[in-house]
């Protein structure tokens, strides 16, 4: 499956820096396999080692930590040379705290050691580093599940891209027939998700949604609960971190999906719960997107820490978790957590390419699903799932605040009509990775 971190890989590789490559994200997102058809198809002689599977190789990293002796390590337990022309890919680092260490002394060296590290943990072992991690030694690439331009792609759908964008550049409309086929498109996804192995799953089906098979997300959760015994301290911890996990798409399914710790547990507090949500961040297994207390740039110096929503990192996910049925996604059908649904997938995209996320909720009677920054403005977003014309808080807010524009997301189709432009779910890409006008 074509990956844009490809593209950061090739850049990397390009510039020459020496900083290593550090690669983060949750478990099965397929930071391995992009590494490796990078490593083949860049390099000449390359050299992979997965820390967690070979414990072995960690005592490689043992006393001496000047590249030469580490290569020299290497060497001997691989029972091959490697040298400072082999690339050298470090997979499940976070096993062995050395070994980040190290990332230092290779960025330092006279040499342009080509070093690529990666981990599904990652986040949560730099968080929680005994020693200096190093910083500005390393450059650290997030990978998230498949996009839906990615999904698209998976699915040889380039032409619809193309479509696509240009529709959204200049706001006219695409014949019928191609947006309902994109729409239906971004509704199975909404249910596939973006982890490789469901794509696949999906494709090897014939794109026929009622043959996915949804264990597939199951056997993900189990694998993210196997982590957490891991790389938990305590089975107490476990069970929080769990308890929030398992409490995101009841948090959702509310009208005002704003967390409450009461949701999580009955009486419970942020001094409960502050650290597993923590913890489930820095894993990459949630999305925190934060309240603001007034809608003006920079967003980030108006944030409300302790107002905010949980989404799930994939959308698939969410909708196995909540028992979602694919035909609970259609526009015509009134089922309640569609609205949840399109949010997170919404959500979803954008932090693919933003680092904080925002939305705005003053009153019981406005609130704004997403705030973005676009040049000098902030622009306001709605999230709809169904073919809603009506967008109460959105003229509201409008009204109150004069944007540059507003953006609606629905199934309707591209249009721009009293200060708010309308954009098709399947459109969230452009939106999210260019901002308005810059398609």
């Keep these: 499956m074509y990956r844009k971190i490809s593209e950061v890989m090739t850049r990397w590789q390009t510039d020459s820096v020496q900083e290593p490559l550090m690669i983060i994200g949750v478990r099965q997102t397929g930071k391995t396999w992009q590494i490796r058809q990078f490593a083949e198809k860049t390099y000449e002689d390359s050299f992979y080692v997965n820390l967690e599977e070979q414990p072995s190789f960690q005592s490689a990293f043992e006393g001496d930590l000047t590249p030469k002796g580490i290569l020299r390590n290497l060497s001997i337990l691989a029972g091959r040379v490697i040298t400072e022309k082999t690339a050298l890919i470090i997979d499940e680092i976070q096993v062995c705290e050395r070994a980040i260490t190290s990332?230092?002394?290779?960025?330092?060296?006279n040499e342009n050691y080509r070093i690529i590290a990666a981990g599904s943990l990652l986040g949560v072992k730099i968080n929680r580093f005994t020693s200096s991690f190093p910083v500005g030694k390393v450059r650290l690439v997030y990978m998230f599940p498949l996009t839906f331009e990615e999904f698209l792609m998976a699915c040889g759908e380039r032409l619809l891209i193309d479509a696509i964008r240009e529709s959204c550049k200049t706001c006219v409309p695409l014949p019928g027939g191609i947006h309902e086929k994109a729409l239906q498109l971004c509704y199975d996804y909404m249910i596939v998700g973006g982890m490789p192995r469901a794509v696949l799953n999906y494709i090897e089906h014939d794109r026929m949604?009622?043959?996915?098979?949804?264990?597939?997300h199951k056997q993900l959760q189990l694998m993210y609960l196997a982590d957490m015994t891991k790389y938990v301290s305590s089975s107490y911890e476990t069970t929080k971190i769990m308890q929030v996990y398992e409490s995101i798409p009841r948090q959702l399914a509310k009208e005002?999906?704003?967390?409450?710790?009461s949701t999580v547990r009955a009486n419970a507090n942020r001094r409960d719960f502050y650290a597993p949500?923590?913890?489930?961040?820095a894993a990459g297994m949630v999305i925190q997107v934060r309240n603001v207390d007034i809608p003006v740039k920079p967003l980030a110096g108006y944030e409300q820490e302790n107002i905010f929503k949980l989404y799930l990192s994939d959308v698939g996910i969410l909708s196995s978790a909540a028992g979602f049925d694919p035909r609970d996604i259609l526009p015509e059908t009134d089922s309640l957590f569609k609205g949840a649904v399109a949010e997170n997938y919404v959500v979803q995209e954008f932090k693919a390419v933003r680092e904080r996320l925002y939305y705005y909720k003053p009153s019981e009677s406005l609130e704004i699903?997403?705030?973005?920054?676009?040049?000098?403005?902030v622009i306001p977003m709605e999230i709809k799932a169904g073919r809603h014309k009506r967008s109460r808080s959105l003229a509201q807010y409008i009204e109150q605040h004069k944007p540059q524009t507003a953006i609606r997301f629905s199934a309707m189709n591209f249009g721009y009509a009293n200060g708010i432009q309308s954009?098709?779910?399947?459109?969230?890409?452009c939106i999210a990775e260019n901002g308005i006008g810059q398609i």
């Excluded at 990332?103 to 060296?109: I, R, V």
């Excluded at 949604?209 to 597939?216: G, K, S, V």
């Excluded at 005002?256 to 710790?261: G, L, S, V």
């Excluded at 949500?277 to 961040?281: F, G, H, S």
């Design 369 to 377: 699903d997403l705030l973005d920054e676009n040049g000098g403005s």
């Design 256 to 261: 005002n999906p704003k967390f409450k710790y």
């Design 277 to 281: 949500i923590d913890w489930l961040k």
């Design 103 to 109: 990332l230092k002394y290779f960025c330092e060296a």
């Design 423 to 429: 954009v098709p779910l399947y459109a969230v890409f």
């Design 209 to 216: 949604i009622a043959a996915f098979d949804r264990e597939i």
